[in-house]
């Protein structure tokens, strides 16, 4: 069974500061995603990768980074993070092939006030 | 980005109907996925299918390439369906794209 954590849970922010979720997958994928899930707008994709060292801009990634320093981990990085972030944002691994399927994690909650 | 439209966006019914979910989309796609959410979960994968039928369960997956179509079937609902269905496309460049979903409510 396909295995991604992500940390922390929750997580509540200040306007302007800075904000890093971390991504763990033990499946040995290739592909990592970030999305943020709103209502209205469903999930949107942020940043992915295709392995370490390589990170892509998704259909969204302003105001965020992202980082693939390993295989198994990918971290999604908020430098100033503004009350629109306020989000659920999750991590996804995937196979890497036209076939392959995604799995999730649990998903972290980020509040900015 | 690419365009994934599901219908309806929302759905009631008694315990013991069939449910029908429909998505669309607007790009040929290589690999389409079914999700299930619970209300404020993450999201698990219920079925892969680009192309032709699946079964797996009470679920059965009809899609149609050429008309960029695709449906999931849900026989006899239970209260535990309750939750949102998301359908999601990959057009070739292995990033996955989503519908907003379709909420179900299965009353008893």
């Known amino acids: 069974e396909a295995a991604v954590t992500q940390s922390p849970r929750n997580k509540v922010a200040v306007t302007g500061g800075k904000v890093t979720l971390s991504c763990n997958q033990t499946n040995n994928h290739n592909n990592m995603y970030w999305y943020r899930q709103d209502t209205g707008h469903g999930l949107r994709l942020i940043h992915y990768?295709?392995?370490?060292?390589?990170?892509e801009k998704g259909d969204i990634p302003d105001g965020y980074k992202a980082s693939r320093p390993s295989q198994e981990n990918f971290s999604l990085i908020l430098e100033l993070a503004t009350p629109s972030q306020t989000s659920v944002y999750f991590c996804?691994?995937?196979?890497?092939?036209?076939?392959?399927?995604?799995?999730f994690g649990e998903g972290s909650k980020l509040t900015v006030l | 980005g690419q365009q994934v439209q599901q219908s309806p966006s929302s759905l009631v019914l008694q315990e013991g109907e069939n449910a029908e979910l429909q998505c669309n989309f607007s790009?040929?796609?290589?690999?389409l996925q079914w999700f299930y959410q619970s209300p404020g979960g993450s999201l698990v994968s219920l079925l892969s299918n680009p192309s032709g039928t699946k079964h797996t369960g009470r679920l059965t997956s009809t899609t149609v390439t050429k008309e960029r179509r695709s449906s999931l079937h849900i026989s006899s609902s239970q209260t535990t369906d309750s939750g949102t269905y998301l359908c999601?496309?990959?057009?070739?460049?292995?990033?996955?794209?989503f519908g907003k979903g379709t909420s179900l409510t299965v009353i008893p």
């Open positions: 790009s040929t796609a290589t690999q």
């Open positions: 999601a496309i990959d057009t070739g460049y292995q990033n996955f794209y």
């Open positions: 990768s295709y392995g370490a060292g390589s990170t």
């Open positions: 996804a691994s995937g196979e890497g092939q036209n076939t392959g399927q995604l799995y």
